[in-house]
């Protein structure tokens, strides 16, 4: 176990939520889970808390009822080699959920992403690709090099 693992609270779809990124990330596994005996909110049988590996990031899942929602105030970025894993990740992700700007998007369980290129912090150090960037909602690496090199 990692000694910071985020701990994502779901109204009370953790296992399906799970399930989901699981199948999206190549090596992806599920760690761990705690099903309920009976023992506090849950019905017996029911996920409390499911923890999974995306890419050698722990995270756990918490299924904590509708008292808080996840927020883009907290968000994972996936740094992408090339447009086809930019839009691999961009097409799985948004299947359900909606797209932001600037490269964010939610998905379909409230948890939001940034699909970003590798060399995203060096590409926006040229003004020109910073404004391309502006502009777009899922990220085109091919204008925002052509902008970084006007």
């Known amino acids: 176990m990692n000694k910071i693992t985020p ?3 779901f109204n009370d779809n953790a296992e399906d939520a799970a399930e ?5 990330f190549p090596e992806a596994k599920k760690l761990g889970e705690l099903r ?3 023992v506090g909110p849950w019905p017996t049988g029911k996920i409390a808390t499911i923890t999974i590996e995306l890419m050698g990031q ?8 509708a ?6 105030a907290f968000s994972y970025s996936v740094a992408c080699k090339d ?3 930019i839009d691999r990740y961009w097409d799985r992700l948004l299947d359900g959920g909606k797209p932001m700007a600037c490269g964010w998007l939610t998905d379909k369980f409230g948890l939001c992403w940034q699909i970003v290129p590798e060399k995203i912090g060096e590409i926006l150090k040229h003004p020109r690709a910073m404004a391309a960037m502006m ?3 899922k990220f085109d690496i091919a204008t925002l090099e052509a902008a970084a090199r006007e």
């Not at 722990?58 to 009822?65: E, I, R, Y």
């Open 7 to 9: 701990f994502l609270w």
């Open 67 to 72: 008292a808080h929602a996840l927020t883009p």
């Open 20 to 24: 989901f990124y699981l199948s999206v």
């Open 36 to 38: 309920s005996s009976g």
């Open 83 to 85: 447009q086809a894993e």
């Open 135 to 137: 502009k777009m909602v």
């Open 58 to 65: 722990q995270m756990t899942f918490l299924n904590g009822g």
